[in-house]
């Protein structure tokens, strides 16, 4: 379905009581509703932001349009979580209403200051003629939850040579001083990032560009994240223009990161590495970190991709968060775990262990819908060996290794309702190792697969039928020895 500007610029207060009833019982029926990820009561859910420990407790909030599955007038949308697996929906944060953020309150991030906690975001604006004026604001959250907007922006003008794309402010504090990086496009049209310092978060300095060695990647940078771990500095965006090579950059847009020193703050610069994609799914796109009280480095994503139509766009509405990882660094890669609280969702244990030869197996005590399956392979010489789950005659999801190529290989082709395969239904990268260990956790219509403990990780949606329940496990050409360990959520 086509939807006009006026539609998506509809705000929730001139849609009647009836309409919103008549769309959340629309969502409600959707046989796709997933089960512990979060996820909008109705409308569209994109980036994660303002992700922060404050006052005990975890505080998340997304972008969200709430009358339909499109990029609309956007809000920002508050959760909150003790423990951050069980959320608690707690309403709107962030409602456009101002004169400076009327056309979308925009991604942004949240910093704890003098008791209370502030979110910068951007305030998009729009012309006669449509063009975007982007405003820097901030809103303040108190200890009872009441959240006001400072009157006016922050950082109400683009500096020169960049265009309107300039968004999405993630905010730090480093030696009594805050800085916030905010994604940016030259007036060359190539993407990159410019960094701001301030004293008490409402006067910003410029400070200018970040200075990498990634002059000419990509059209815009959105969603920009800087934070030091163990020692380094480690700089995620989300690039978008990056053409495809080979495995690399499939989906329309991507999200990575690079690491090396610590940013120089005086003179702006990120000596680097390599970028590297943050995850090798379909869908994953503007990820945000916080550091909590116990020092971790927690990482959450949109699981979703703009510009692709969804199964449940059908039923009102559309995406929702990742689970938590926590970051670390290897070997100069991040190593991303899901957090370990995540154990409380395990109920009921099941183990398999036995091996495969030129041959697929199941498993009576092996079905389900939504668990957490950890899957080791070792002592195997089989060509190709791996899982297919929520599988039945007609539908598969497919993570395998294959030997020969030294690829890991998702494959969504048979998982069930067909979206977005004009980008293609396969995804891999290259990967060695001895013991292969696959971590699923599967929800009723999405899987992250966590790769050797965090080494890479596979996040995607998937559609299949209710009764798309088998886990098998097979061995192409040789066999595999594995162990399985399944715990129903
Ligand atoms: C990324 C993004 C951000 C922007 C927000 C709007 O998905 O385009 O750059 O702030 O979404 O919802």
Not at 114 to 136: C, M, V
Not at 253 to 263: A, E, M, N, T
Not at 437 to 443: G, I, N, S, W
Request: contains cysteine; glycine residues 8%.
């Amino acid at each position: 379905m086509e939807w006009s500007k006026e539609e998506r610029y509809r705000r929730l207060e001139d849609a009647s009581a009836e309409e919103i009833s008549e769309l959340k019982a629309r969502v409600d029926s959707c046989p796709w509703r997933q089960s512990y990820h979060i996820q909008p009561v109705t409308g569209l859910l994109n980036d994660p932001n303002g992700f922060s420990y404050y006052n005990g407790e975890y505080h998340l909030f997304y972008q969200w349009f709430p009358l339909g599955p499109v990029h609309g007038l956007k809000y920002w949308y508050h959760v909150r979580s003790k423990d951050l697996v069980h959320w608690e929906d707690v309403g709107i944060g962030i409602k456009p209403d101002s004169n400076f953020d009327n056309y979308g309150a925009y991604s942004g991030s949240a910093i704890e200051h003098e008791g209370k906690l502030y979110l910068i975001y951007t305030g998009n604006t729009r012309d006669e003629e449509w063009r975007r004026h982007p405003k820097q604001c901030l809103a303040v959250m108190d200890p009872q939850g009441n959240i006001t907007k400072v009157n006016n922006p922050v950082i109400s003008e683009v500096p020169e040579g960049y265009t309107e794309h300039f968004r999405d402010p993630k905010v730090w504090k480093e030696q009594d001083k805050f800085y916030t990086v905010i994604g940016a496009q030259r007036e060359n049209e190539t993407g990159t990032a410019v960094f701001y310092s301030s004293e008490d978060l409402m006067k910003w300095n410029f400070q200018g560009e970040l200075v990498t060695k990634l002059q000419d990647f990509g059209f815009m940078w959105e969603c920009p994240d800087y934070f030091q771990l163990q020692d380094k500095g480690v700089f995620i965006f989300s690039p978008q223009g990056l053409e495809p090579q080979g495995d690399n950059y499939r989906n329309i847009y991507q999200s990575g990161y690079v690491l090396g020193d610590k940013l120089d703050l005086k003179h702006r610069r990120l000596s680097h590495g390599e970028f590297h994609e943050l995850d090798r799914g379909f869908d994953f796109y503007a990820p945000q970190t916080m550091e909590d009280t116990e020092g971790r480095r927690i990482l959450v994503g949109w699981m979703g991709m703009g510009e692709v139509e969804y199964p449940t766009d059908k039923n009102g509405w559309a995406h929702c968060l990742t689970l938590p990882r926590e970051l670390s660094i290897e070997n100069g890669r991040l190593i991303q775990k899901p957090i370990k609280e995540l154990e409380s969702l395990r109920k009921k244990e099941y183990i398999v262990e036995d091996e495969a030869c030129d041959e697929i197996k199941a498993y009576d005590e092996l079905k389900g819908i939504t668990y957490e399956l950890i899957g080791e392979f070792k002592n195997h010489d089989a060509e190709e060996f791996g899982i297919e789950f929520r599988a039945s005659e007609e539908e598969r999801t497919v993570i395998k290794y294959d030997a020969l190529q030294k690829k890991l290989i998702l494959d969504r082709s048979s998982s069930g309702e067909e979206f977005g395969s004009e980008y293609g239904s396969v995804r891999a990268c290259d990967f060695q190792g001895d013991t292969i260990k696959l971590q699923l956790f599967v929800d009723v219509s999405s899987v992250e697969i966590f790769i050797n403990d965090g080494q890479e990780v596979f996040t995607s949606r998937i559609f299949p039928k209710k009764n798309s329940r088998d886990i098998r496990i097979f061995a192409t050409k040789g066999r595999t020895s594995f162990n399985m360990v399944k715990w129903d959520y």
